[in-house]
């Protein structure tokens, strides 16, 4: 036996018991589920982090920028104070500036010829020169790097042989000096002699006292 129920007004028929009470009309689909809140934390956490990263990217250009111009300023000082040039080391004497000694130190001063069985006649010029090796490597000494420049402008090499005292071929160890000759041949003033180590190195000269 069916049990019957009352009819509502309106023609609906209520749902059976224990279904629970429609919070809308009968036959109405219920509405879709919220969508759940966003949290903001994790917008605020993304933004903290690159606010921190694009800080340590300015600071570090900052630096970069301030570093790379004092090197410049160090280059430009270096440049301005540097070591003095090759052609400062021809000096005169070979000297550099007060309380820094040439490498090469050289005194040349008139020395009369004395005759070797090899000389050809008695018209040559003779110039006694002492070096000094300043450094701390070894300097090779040779007759032929030697050259004695006169009065006139000429330039004379030196005559192998031709004088009893000439200098002799060495190297010369750091603190060592060697004196001898450098004849050139013929008559003439010299004015002040040239040593060019190697004959490729840098000249040293010096005048004729």
């Known amino acids: ?17 224990g279904w629970g009470a429609p919070q ?3 036959g109405t689909p219920p509405p ?25 990217i300015v600071i570090g250009v900052i630096a970069a920028v301030a570093g790379g111009g004092g090197k ?9 104070s540097g070591a003095p040039s090759a052609a400062s080391s021809s000096q005169p004497g070979g000297s550099k500036p007060a309380g820094k000694p040439a490498a090469v130190e050289i005194i040349a001063k008139k020395a009369s010829f004395t005759k070797s069985v090899l000389a050809d006649g008695d ?7 002492t070096i000094r090796n300043n450094s ?15 009065t006139n402008g000429t330039k004379h090499t030196d005559e192998l042989g031709v004088d009893d005292k000439q200098i002799d071929t060495v190297d010369l160890s750091p603190g060592e000096n060697i004196s001898g000759t450098v004849t050139g041949k ?9 040593f060019t180590e190697d004959l490729f190195g840098d000249p040293v000269r010096v005048d004729v006292k």
């Open 1 to 17: 036996m069916s049990q019957q129920y009352p009819q509502q007004p309106g023609g609906d028929v209520p749902p059976p018991p």
């Open 24 to 26: 809308q009309g009968w």
């Open 32 to 56: 879709p589920p919220q969508p759940p809140k966003k949290s903001s934390t994790g917008k605020i956490l993304g933004f903290g982090c690159l606010g921190v990263v694009a800080l340590v």
């Open 72 to 80: 410049s300023d160090d280059k430009a000082d270096a440049g301005k």
């Open 123 to 129: 018209a040559y010029t003779s110039v006694s020169v």
């Open 136 to 150: 701390g490597k070894k300097v090779s000494v040779n007759p032929l790097y030697f050259t004695v420049t006169d």
């Open 186 to 194: 013929g008559s003439f003033t010299p004015k002040y002699v040239t």
